[in-house]
């Protein structure tokens, strides 16, 4: 574990999807593109705990996750060429989408 003024920073595993997704939904929620692609306050919070799910599945195989020892921040990397989905990820991206509010954005958000 690496120590960086005090806060024990670790690399993130399968076991912490469920803590990354909860706190990168947190994050995100006021995020303007999140809010467009997602006006319903109380739709985007399930949309976007299942994209970042999915996303985070993706980048704990393609690139860099790391965590704070409490689950109350991250940073995800991806080398280039890394953040490319696979079509077995898009399914699951599409799937953050699969409400009638949101199809009409789901073809522009992906």
Known sequence: MAESGGVGVRRAGAADLPTLSQM?????????????????????????????GAR???MLRAGEVWMT??????????????????LRDDLAFARSM?????????????
């Open 56 to 58: 985070d599945r993706q």
């Open 24 to 52: 990168l939904t947190r994050a995100f929620d006021d995020d303007p593109v999140a809010r467009w692609a997602c006006p319903d306050d109380g739709t985007r919070p399930w949309m976007l705990e299942r994209f970042h």
């Open 69 to 86: 020892e409490g689950g109350e921040s991250a940073a995800v990397w991806a080398a280039p060429g890394g953040w490319r989905s696979s």
């Open 98 to 110: 699969l409400r009638p509010s949101l199809m009409r954005r789901a073809p522009l958000v992906g």
